[in-house]
């Protein structure tokens, strides 16, 4: 994960069309985990879903960008 994310940032070599394509895996299940967790307990609530939703946010942009 931190290789695609540097690679994302453009601290590495160019990102290939697989990595792109599995960090867009990746943000869709952290977005659908949002739900479920805003569902769960109060800590779920609280700290794990703006976490996958950040996380979402983050692997988005890289799956996007370049």
Do not use: K, W
């Not at 994960?1 to 990595?19: C, I, N, T, Y």
């Amino acid at each position: 994960m931190a290789v695609l994310a540097a690679r994302g940032l453009g601290a590495a070599e160019e990102v290939s069309q697989a990595e792109r394509a599995l960090l867009g895996v990746l943000a869709v299940a952290a977005l659908a985990s949002v739900p479920v967790q805003a569902l769960g307990t109060r800590f779920e609530r609280r700290y794990m879903a703006p976490t996958a939703a950040a996380l979402a946010i983050g692997l988005g942009r890289l799956a996007i960008e370049r």
